[in-house]
């Protein structure tokens, strides 16, 4: 058939972007038309996002796929969990707050004694992250916003309202709120009642590849369209989008999606709702064509960006990033590893609390050599993503009892080849890096699809991003018992 060519809006903690996403017979090509900054605003001691901010970056970059392009759809995917709340009228009631605000700190726990950590493991098969949506609606009770809600709206949900007015819950997105049931496909009513959250204002749920809407005559106008170009839903949740765009060639594969988080699991299709997956805290969310995202967050490329951040707060000179991680390359290797996952990580750096002095904290606590210059920093943090996902990719595949032959990695830190060779020595598997928009690239896959592509399945549209794009390969060396490195952490 004849080219389809979307927009792919792809939101990350640290940066959005706009792309134009071209699918062809001859393959899949992807193009940057605008990409912005983005990070929590802190308000007193409260994190938010500055949500009108952002709609205006995303008008800005469909705009410009507009003006360089025919346009034949659009999908939006974001970080997961966060969202806005409407009144009646239909207007957003405040900022929306980031995940990382500290007001869900001990909610977890508590919700847990409430409904059960089991029963609620059993119904939606989620990981206990801190702020999970269940504990940030949890944390509002009470609350004046909360009480004038009428609905709730996931982020890229709520982008896609104001383009369409169309109200609706992305179900891969939906599935990371804890508050949607695996096992029944509807959100589980049952639980948020229980805990005194307003279920009601729980939109309808919609699947990844149906339409969102036509975009409102005022938003067409302004971005310049005449046509009726559709929003599309994709998998919402970039997490789900990165995974549609893994390379993989056969079943055998386990992946990290390496961003400010990096997701470190398979694709299966059920989820593992064990009890031995709980203890783990696995989480089972849900991926476009109903498959499962069997995975673990891992704190990820986070804890060196903000590291990094308060290096240039304080002027440290010297640090650049690209430099900086080859220094890293060449110092000590696993001097010091510490546990990427501890909760103190989570939080951004601040002035009064910055992030190297949380790492050096907890590398003393850990009776480990403490690590002070960036050089030093830097490299324990890679060593210690390298053994977390040693760990995480093993664990999956014995809850799961699946066999890996291969890592896959996606996203931007599947450009760091130092800590893609450590990852392929941690695993003892081969790496395969690479796409670095993954999250860009399965969204414009599955626009492409609902917009009439020939791709049937997620193996048709990974053999698509095979055929466009070089994987770089990175053989394990075995220099290094990962396990006794394991064992320092875990
Ligand atoms: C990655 C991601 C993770 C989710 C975290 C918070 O960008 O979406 O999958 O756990 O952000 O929303």
């Known amino acids: 058939g004849t080219a389809v060519r979307v927009a792919a809006v792809d939101l990350g903690a640290t940066s959005g972007r706009v792309m134009s996403g071209r699918i062809s017979a001859s393959g899949i090509e992807i193009n940057q038309m605008h990409r912005f900054p983005n990070g929590a605003v802190r308000v007193g001691s409260s994190y938010f996002w500055d949500v009108l901010g952002i709609h205006r970056e995303v008008l800005t970059g469909i705009r410009?796929?507009?003006?360089?392009?025919?346009?034949?759809g659009i999908g939006i995917d974001s970080w997961a969990v966060d969202y806005g709340l409407l009144d009646r009228d239909g207007q957003l009631l405040g900022n929306p707050f980031s995940h990382r605000d500290p007001r869900t700190d001990g909610l977890a726990a508590k919700v847990a004694a409430e409904v059960g950590a089991a029963e609620l493991y059993a119904c939606t098969g989620i990981q206990q992250l801190p702020f999970n949506t269940i504990y940030q609606l949890a944390a509002a009770r009470g609350t004046a916003a909360l009480e004038a809600a009428e609905t709730l709206l996931l982020l890229p949900d709520l982008l896609g309202y104001w383009l369409t007015g169309s109200i609706g819950a992305e179900r891969t997105n939906a599935s990371t709120t804890q508050l949607y049931d695996a096992r029944s496909g509807e959100w589980a009513t049952e639980i948020a009642r229980r805990l005194g959250i307003p279920w009601g204002i729980l939109p309808p749920l919609r699947d990844p590849g149906s339409m969102v809407g036509p975009l409102l005559p005022h938003v067409a106008q302004e971005l310049g369209l005449t046509a009726d170009v559709p929003v599309v839903a994709v998998g919402s949740h970039d997490t789900a989008s990165a995974v549609v765009a893994v390379p993989a060639e056969t079943g055998r594969f386990a992946y990290i999606s390496s961003g400010t988080w990096s997701l470190v699991g398979l694709e299966l299709d059920q989820p593992v709702l064990t009890e031995a997956a709980r203890l783990a805290d696995f989480t089972n969310e849900l991926g476009v064509d109903g498959t499962t995202r069997f995975l673990k967050n891992v704190m990820g490329l986070w804890v060196l960006s903000e590291s990094l951040r308060s290096w240039s707060d304080r002027r440290f000179r010297d640090v650049?990033?690209?430099?900086?991680?080859?220094?890293?390359?060449?110092?000590?290797?696993?001097?010091?590893?510490?546990?990427?996952?501890?909760?103190?990580?989570?939080?951004?750096?601040?002035?009064?609390?910055?992030?190297?002095?949380?790492?050096?904290a907890l590398a003393a606590e850990a009776g480990e050599p403490v690590p002070h210059s960036p050089v030093a920093i830097t490299r324990c943090i890679i060593d210690s993503l390298a053994v977390a996902y040693r760990r995480q990719v093993r664990t999956a595949a014995e809850l799961a009892d699946v066999p890996v032959e291969v890592v896959h990695v996606v996203g931007g830190g599947s450009q760091n080849e130092i800590l893609c060779q450590l990852t392929a020595d941690a695993c003892g598997l081969p790496v395969l890096a690479g796409p670095v928009e993954a999250a860009a690239l399965g969204n414009v896959l599955v626009q492409g699809r609902a917009l009439g592509a020939d791709l049937p399945d997620l193996a048709a549209m990974r053999a698509l991003v095979r055929r466009s794009y070089e994987v770089r390969r990175y053989e394990p060396r075995d220099s290094v018992d990962w396990a006794v490195v394991e064992s320092r952490v875990f």
Not at 326 to 341: K, L, S, W
Request: glycine share 4%; charged share 25%; net charge negative.
């Open 64 to 72: 410009e796929v507009a003006r360089s392009g025919p346009l034949h």
């Open 320 to 360: 650049e990033l690209r430099s900086l991680i080859t220094q890293a390359g060449e110092f000590d290797p696993q001097r010091t590893v510490i546990d990427i996952n501890d909760p103190r990580l989570l939080v951004p750096s601040s002035a009064a609390d910055p992030m190297p002095e949380r790492i050096a």
